[in-house]
């Protein structure tokens, strides 16, 4: 498999692992999508590039802050969440979920697959 169906395998694996994930694609610190399992609704560029300039400011905030080094980044809706996991050096991983889910097994889940992804791009 070439870097790109791994990387969708994990994408896959990680809806599977959890049905309170709707969408969750893999985005560059840039902005620019790497991995996508988004409903053909959401606009997947536009979305990696609004999650990747929370990210930075997030990044921001924290260090502002003084709480460190941005771990996780999450947004909560009328309609659910969306969290956001560094996933390697460059890049992150943003989950859509549903209103009602379970955010423990979701961040879990994320940073199981936030290792895997990672990996996935070092090689």
């Given at each position: 498999m070439n870097r790109t169906e791994l990387l969708?395998?994990?994408?896959h694996n990680l809806q599977r692992s959890s049905?309170?994930?709707?969408?969750?694609?893999?985005?560059?610190e840039d902005g620019l999508v790497i991995a996508s399992s988004l409903p053909p609704d959401m606009d997947e560029d536009h979305v990696a590039a609004m999650t990747s300039a929370?990210?930075?400011?997030g990044g921001r905030t924290a260090e502002e802050l003084k709480r460190g080094k941005?771990?996780?980044?999450?947004?909560?809706?009328?309609?659910?969440?969306a969290i956001v996991m560094h996933?390697?050096?460059y890049s992150a991983l943003v989950a859509i979920t549903r209103?009602?889910?379970?955010?423990g097994l979701i961040f879990l889940d994320m940073n199981r697959a936030v290792k895997a992804i990672a990996e996935i791009l070092a090689s």
């Open positions: 969708n395998e994990a994408l049905s309170d994930i709707e969408a969750c694609t893999v985005f560059s929370m990210l930075s400011m941005l771990e996780q980044l999450f947004v909560k809706g009328d309609n659910g969440y996933a390697g050096t209103k009602d889910a379970k955010l």
